[in-house]
């Protein structure tokens, strides 16, 4: 008795092949065609097995294949069959089960391999190839690493704009991904050379040294930012001591020299190398060293940048920052400065004190508050401070001092005017005498020892604003224990309060100047702006700004003073 099945093949367009097992022949159904024919006319190579593994049938295209892969010396089973194949032909399965398909190589090809079952257990294994689908997976695969690579190199370069960690970053991630080290030259400075060095799961090396860049092929030229060299132009032979990590193993066999692009100018080089142990770096790893570079240069460009605004910005905040105040020619000076943004450093309000060559020298003392806020404002401050300190031989005449300021902040580019407030001071016989002018700015407020709070009488025109100043000057004696505080109007015109709307004020300033009688000029400047600030709370507020002069209680360098209150003057104004 016969028996028929029908087996699918490898293309919609194999028709329906019948092999008939056993039996006499049935007669031929419409569609039924010759074995033979059938597999001569498959699209891919066709191999009926028997229960043994032996091949006891095969097309031309099987034939041609398995010639070829006997050419190149692939190994095959006695029976014929890839050992791939003979492994999954042989593996156990349900009878009533489909068979699932395998994938494997021939000739350096790879195919999967589909059985088709038939009743007598010959099966029949159609070979559809897949090599360039597998190939195009794999490249898929790669560029989704590198991409992934290529994220991760950008996170963590731009996490910090620290120039050697960008340095240290980028060679660390070159040698764990790209070779087996990595070393990072920096642009010269002067004629030596930073560089990093790192291999592959190791540590970070950095050293500072004069090389000759002309001493790797290359090098020179991509430190000036023009294209690399092919990496097979260059002979590791020929590679100095220099450019090897320290404890590199084995003898080197390829090296990439590629620069770091940077914003319009070379952010350095980076060089790869690769032990010869190892393949040499191909076309493809070339190409993404540069793309990896890229990244890396950029991120190193922007640390380098920032390294270098930075220098320069606290250059300048050296020189507009207010000074550090103490004791001079035995008279306490302290100041406390709030920008009105906390993020910022500089602002408007600004004070400086100059002493004098000697004790019988005056100190000269400045307060002031420029209109506005911010860097624009810090820019003028430090115009006028200039012109100020180019002033000081002429400390002694205030009112010359304000008109020769004007007169310099009129013919200036900028359009915001000041106010101040000048102290000339000097210690007498165990009294501070003040000089004060104020050019529209607040007066300044007199602490007595015995809690009492005086306002000096002076006042004038502020500067930079119209051709003249004119100015009122006035003269204060300060007692053991008495001060004089110079403020901003940041100080009574902070907002809040218990309804967050109302200002501080110059009552409140006063009532708090009370408790500082006798008090050391830093705690009274500590004090006003601790309460100006908790009365502002959250809210915004100007620049704020207090200096205070203070004849210390306790007397000079530790001799007593007599709080002679009955002998002290009183204010008295200047004509």
């Keep these: 008795m016969s028996s028929d099945k029908e087996v699918v093949g490898c293309a919609r367009r194999v028709p329906r092949l019948v092999i008939r097992t056993s039996g006499t022949p049935k007669t031929p159904r419409d569609g039924d065609v010759h074995v033979g024919s059938i597999w001569n006319d498959a699209p891919c190579p066709v191999l009926v097995v028997d229960a043994d593994g032996d091949v006891i049938g095969s097309n031309e295209g099987a034939r041609r294949l398995f010639a070829h892969a006997e050419e190149v010396g692939e190994g095959l089973t006695a029976g014929g069959l890839p050992h791939w194949l003979a492994r999954a032909h042989h593996r156990p399965h349900p009878a009533a089960a489909p068979q699932e398909a395998v994938s494997g190589t021939v000739a350096g090809r790879t195919f999967a391999a589909h059985p088709s079952r038939i009743e007598n257990g010959d099966v029949v294994w159609w070979l559809v190839e897949d090599t360039d689908l597998r190939r195009a997976e794999q490249e898929l695969r790669h560029e989704r690493e590198r991409a992934a690579l290529l994220a991760d190199v950008s996170g963590a370069l731009l996490s910090s704009l620290n120039l050697e960690r960008c340095a240290e970053v980028t060679a660390r991630m070159a040698a764990d991904h790209l070779a087996d080290a990595a070393v990072v030259v920096a642009p010269a400075q002067g004629r030596r050379h930073a560089l990093t060095y790192a291999q592959g799961g190791g540590g970070i090396t950095r050293t500072v040294a004069s090389i000759d860049p002309r001493t790797v092929p290359g090098l020179a030229e991509a430190l000036q930012g023009f294209p690399p060299v092919p990496a097979r132009w260059i002979d590791p032979d020929d590679i100095p001591d220099w450019s090897v990590p320290p404890g590199f193993a084995g003898p080197i066999g390829s090296v990439i020299v590629t620069p770091l692009p940077g914003h319009g100018v070379p952010a350095g080089v980076l060089i790869l190398l690769r032990a010869s142990t190892h393949r040499a770096f191909t076309d493809g790893e070339e190409v993404f060293a540069r793309l990896f570079a890229a990244r890396a240069g950029a991120a190193l460009s922007a640390a380098r940048l920032y390294a270098e605004q930075a220098s320069i910005t606290t250059t300048l905040l050296r020189e507009l920052l207010p000074p550090r105040l103490e004791r001079v020619h035995g008279v306490e000076y302290a100041g406390v400065y709030r920008t009105s943004q906390d993020h910022e450093r500089v602002g408007g309000d600004f004070y400086d004190v100059h002493p004098g060559a000697d004790a019988s020298r005056e100190t000269f003392v400045v307060l002031g508050d420029v209109a506005g806020k911010g860097l624009e404002a810090a820019v003028l401050t430090g115009k006028i401070r200039s012109v100020l300190h180019a002033l000081l031989p002429l400390s002694g005449d205030h009112q010359q001092v304000l008109v020769l300021l004007n007169d310099a902040l009129m013919n ?164």
């Design 412 to 575: 200036s580019h900028h359009t915001r005017f000041a106010t101040l407030v000048l102290a000339s001071v000097r210690r007498s016989a165990g009294q501070v005498l003040l000089r004060l002018t104020s050019a529209g700015h607040l007066p300044p407020l007199i602490v007595r020892a015995d809690g009492r709070v005086e306002e000096a009488a002076t006042g004038g025109t502020l500067v930079g604003a119209l051709p003249d100043v004119r100015t009122r000057s006035v003269d204060v004696v300060l007692a053991p224990g008495e001060t004089c505080l110079l403020y901003t109007d940041g100080i009574t015109e902070a907002r809040g309060g218990p309804l967050g709307d109302d200002f501080y004020g110059e009552e409140r300033l006063r009532e708090a100047l009370r408790e500082c009688a006798r008090m050391p000029a830093e705690a009274v400047v500590e004090r006003v702006q601790m309460l100006a600030a908790q009365w502002l709370g959250g809210g915004r507020h100007d620049d704020m700004a207090t200096l205070a002069i203070t004849n210390p209680a306790g007397g000079v360098d530790g001799f007593a003073v007599a709080d002679d209150r009955e002998g002290r003057e009183p204010c008295r104004r200047e004509p």
